[in-house]
Structures are given as C-alpha cells and as structure tokens.
C-alpha cells in the first residue's frame, strides 16, 4: 500500500460516519467536520497567486489532527 500522498484521499463524508460510528461526541464530530470542509486553497510563488479552488477532499498535512484523524480514516 503507498501511503505518500494518503492525506488527500480523505473524504469528509466518510470521516462524519467514521465519527458517528465511533459515538463521538456531538460538538467534537462538528468541530472536526468543520475542519474537513469548506476550505479553500491556492497556490503562490514568489507573490503570484493562483485562482482560489474548492478543497472537497482530503486533510491538512503538518497539523497534529491529520495524522490521528487519517488513523481512524484506514482503521475502518
């Protein structure tokens, strides 16, 4: 299995059951959900930005919360 780009495959729909399934608590599940979406990206090199695009899937990588929420993620 090649986990080198694993991050970008996780889809927030599938983490809300994950969490659901888990009995996690109401205000945690919303909390992480509202770090899964509604986010928006973009790319700048030397100070030339590029158009802003809809991120849909996937998680934030170099944050404390990806890796642990990736590891639910596989774990089902």
Same mark, same amino acid.
């Given at each position: ?20 399934? &888990?009995? =996690? ?10 770090? %899964?979406?509604?986010?928006? @990206? ?12 809809? &991120?849909? =899937? ?10 642990? %929420?990736?590891?639910?993620? @596989?774990?089902?």
């Amino acid at each position: 299995m090649d986990l080198s780009a694993a991050f970008d495959v996780l889809r927030p729909g599938i983490m809300t059951n994950i969490l659901q399934e &888990m009995q =996690i608590s109401h205000r945690l599940a919303h909390a992480i959900q509202d770090v %899964l979406t509604n986010r928006k @990206i973009y790319v700048d090199i030397d100070g030339i930005r590029s158009d802003t695009k809809d &991120m849909k =899937i996937g998680c934030v990588q170099g944050s404390i919360l990806g890796p642990r %929420l990736f590891t639910l993620y @596989i774990r089902n």
